[in-house]
């Protein structure tokens, strides 16, 4: 890692903190709105508010990053966004939830590639660019666990009406990384002249990428199942209180985090696909032993709330190390390109899980959540070794 890497390492990190609080506060709102009756079909829809907007403004915010500059471009979303945390906790209607994942998904987009385009700015090597992407992204995992416990705690406290003012903490944290970017120079990519952003999209795109991006949305989407949804499982299945929903569900980051942690300190040791396919296999493991003791022992068993934890070790490594792979052997030019490509099939793998997920709940299909769980990652396996194959020919 450069020396230059090393310093903004800390309001890096912090970014990925902030956003992960903002996107995955979805679990939260989702639990306390379905109390105040809002009914399944809504909360479900509430999730393509935040992803759809990435999506759609990912390709735009390539050229709008490139005239501004990546670290202009970062203090904005950054600023939008502790504005909107402020004023969050002082409105009450549904509507508004809507509009304020809007744009939170729409300051993450430009976010997600400033990020990864000042990492691969400054490194060029697959398993190193893997290391520091693991170690970026763990903090995404940390922001996980904070919301879910610090909520957690407001929730079950006698301020439980307050909760929504834990956001307050969102805009402090905002403010601060924007005063450690401020101090801080930042290389910026050489400008160059863009052509029209369909016809970039025309020449870029091949098999090698198409199959990658949908490795990428397949990942997302399992991914998905968890962090938004697992909380309501929890409670309405395993009949588990609002607080211990969250923090059950809250140490599935920690393990994650944890995951990506390890996976950060050791993947130079070890070929980038073999590990990737080791904690596949694991996933499939853990899954395919709690759909045993669902069907064979009991459905609600309380022994899933530690063991769904488990799955975070070896989940949390897909989605950095595939990226790494990949965008390490993209020219510097294109980062930014694909960059947006990634941000765009992960909010579509987001909002489709999220969708189907709420239809299980409508129609209380709980008991094959862990099924239906399995099936997808069995779907991911199949895919990444088509890109695999594919890679070992082209890169």
Partial sequence: MSTKLSKISLPL????????????????VILQLSEAKITYDKLGFLESFKDLPIAFISLFAVNFISKFGTKKSLILALTIVGICSLILPFVEVFWFYKLWFAIIGTCFAIGKICVFGIIRNNISDEKSLAKTMNSVEASFMIGVFVVNTGFGWIISSQFSQFWKFGFLSISVLSAVTIFLFSRLPIAEPIKEEKENILKDLITFINPLIIIFLAVVFSIVFVEQSFNSWLPSFYKNHLKVNSFFALQASSFLSLFSYIGRTITANIIQKFSLSK???????????????????????????????????VIGLFLSPLYPVINSKMIAHIENSKANLITSLIVIFSSLGSSVSSIIMSVLFKNELLNFYSI????????????????????????
């Fill in 13 to 28: 990190k912090l970014t990925f903190l902030i956003f992960s609080m903002v996107l995955n506060c979805m679990g939260i």
């Fill in 275 to 309: 590990y990737y396919i080791l904690c596949l296999s694991l996933i499939m493991l853990v899954l395919s032993v709690i759909i045993g003791i669902q069907f064979l022992v009991t459905d609600n068993s309380k022994a899933l709330l530690f063991l769904f934890p």
């Fill in 372 to 395: 239906y769980i399995l099936i997808a990652v069995i779907v991911v396996f199949t895919i990444s070794l088509i890109y695999f194959r594919l890679a070992n020919k082209n890169i």
